[in-house]
C-alpha cells in the first residue's frame, strides 16, 4: 500500500478477530490479585482499562456481576490495567470490590506495543483456543446478555474448529 509521497505504510498490523492473542504475554505482566490464574480452556474476556478511565470505572461493577454469574469451568474475566501505580489499581479493586483476576501492564508492551490499543477500554473475547472472536473498541453495553450471547459464541466457535478436525 502506498502512503503520502510514496511511502510504504510499513505499519505492524494488529490483532484482530480471527487471529491469536498473545496470552504468553500475560506471563510477562503482574498479576495484582493473588495466585495463579487459570486460563486453560476456557472462553475469556480480557478487558483492558485504568483508573483514569471514566467509561473503565463505569463498566467495572458490571464485568464484576458478569464475572459472578458466568460458569468459572468455562469462562473467565480478566482486567488488565494500564496504570502505573500498583497501590492505586489495588485500591480501586477494593473499593468497588473487583475480584476478578486483574493484571497490571504498566509499561504498555501489552496493550499498546502488541495489540496496539490506542484507547480505553478496550475488551477482546478469546476462545479457548486463544483465538480472538471478538474486539470491542469502546465501553461495553450496559445489558450484559449481550456478552454472555458473545462469549456463548466464542466457545462455540472452539468446539464447532475442534469437532470439524476430529470428524473430518
Not at 15 to 39: C, D, R
Not at 78 to 91: A, K, M, P, Q, W
Not at 113 to 135: A, N
Request: glycine share 8%; net charge negative; aromatic share 8%.
Amino acid at each position: 500500500m502506498q502512503g503520502l509521497g510514496g511511502c510504504k505504510d510499513t505499519a505492524k498490523p494488529y490483532p484482530g478477530a480471527g487471529e491469536t492473542f498473545p496470552l504468553s504475554a500475560l506471563e510477562q505482566i503482574p498479576n495484582i490479585g493473588k495466585g495463579k490464574v487459570n486460563i486453560e480452556g476456557k472462553t475469556l474476556l480480557i478487558n483492558f482499562w485504568a483508573t483514569w478511565c471514566v467509561p473503565c470505572r463505569e463498566e467495572m461493577p458490571g464485568l464484576q456481576r458478569l464475572s459472578d454469574n458466568l460458569d468459572p469451568e468455562r469462562f473467565s474475566v480478566i482486567g488488565i490495567s494500564v496504570d502505573e501505580d500498583h497501590n492505586l489499581i489495588r485500591e480501586f479493586m477494593l473499593q468497588y470490590d473487583i475480584r476478578f483476576p486483574n493484571f497490571q501492564d504498566e509499561k504498555f508492551r501489552l496493550a499498546s506495543d502488541l495489540l496496539g490499543i490506542k484507547t480505553y477500554p478496550e475488551t477482546f473475547i478469546v476462545s479457548p483456543r486463544g483465538v480472538i472472536t471478538q474486539r470491542i473498541s469502546e465501553a461495553l453495553p450496559l445489558d450484559f446478555s449481550i456478552i454472555e450471547q458473545s462469549l456463548e459464541s466464542g466457545e462455540q466457535a472452539n468446539k464447532i474448529k475442534t469437532d470439524s478436525r476430529i470428524n473430518g
